[in-house]
């Protein structure tokens, strides 16, 4: 299984930006599936974007028009570059396959809050 370590979140007001990264281990990362999830307080674990080794993207109606996901195969990383955020995408970001395998990184917090 692949090791993911997220980074990038923090505290920003709404309507804010941050980009989150996801760095990843493993020797088959160009071919692989990535997608980004997050689970808010009370919620179950959702799926925010994701990223085909062909490079098409797929985005939560949700997200749509205000983040973007992105990969660099030589760098085995994953990004997901958000703006314009609200105070509902505040949760704990993840990256991980897709589908999603069963180990799970830590995880970035993102809140949005004045």
């Known amino acids: 299984q692949m090791q993911l370590v997220e980074s990038g979140g923090g505290l920003v007001q709404p309507g804010g930006s941050l980009r989150l990264s996801c760095a990843a281990s493993g020797s088959i990362f160009s071919l692989t599936n990535m997608a980004w999830y997050r689970q808010a307080p009370g919620n179950q674990r959702e799926l925010v974007a994701s990223?085909?080794?062909?490079?098409?993207?797929n985005y939560a109606d949700s997200v749509k028009g205000r983040f973007t996901i992105s990969r660099d195969n030589t760098k085995k990383t994953t990004y997901l570059q958000m703006s314009d955020l609200k105070p509902e995408d505040t949760a704990v970001y993840y990256c991980n396959r897709l589908p999603y395998q069963p180990q799970w990184g830590r995880g970035t917090q993102v809140t949005v809050s004045s």
């Open positions: 990223i085909t080794r062909g490079y098409i993207t």
